[in-house]
């Protein structure tokens, strides 16, 4: 079992992913920022990227300059999505899962997001909180 959004979670999930090809022009990048607030102290932000190009896909940490849609939430809402606990649709309907930037690149990239859901699903099965 990984603990999730630890190095070796971020190392696993890059392994899961296949490695865009070199010099290939990134078709999108998605973008996930997840904050966790401990009471008396700062916000902690965790962010990471994934770039996918020509049917491969990349994963970054921190923050991409260029990225086309940005998933932001909190380290509880992250979780549950993770999980499966809770999709992403009900979660930003609820306000908890905010978007930005340009979300018809969701619904046009729909066969390569399931394809990236796929790949991470066995590191799904082995994280813990």
Known sequence: ???????????????LLA????????????QQVVTD?????????T???VVVCDGAAHLGRGRHPRADVTFSCDAATAW?????GLSAQAAFMA????????????LANRAALEALDDQLAPLRAATTR
């Open 47 to 49: 962010s990471w990227y």
């Open 95 to 106: 306000g908890r899962l905010r978007l930005g930037g340009d979300a018809s690149t969701l």
């Open 1 to 15: 079992m990984v603990r999730y959004l630890s190095d070796e979670w971020f190392d696993e999930a890059a392994r």
């Open 80 to 84: 549950e999505i993770q999980q499966g």
């Open 19 to 30: 490695p865009a090809p070199a010099g290939g022009e990134p078709g999108f990048v998605l």
């Open 37 to 45: 607030q401990t009471p008396g102290e700062a916000p902690t932000e």
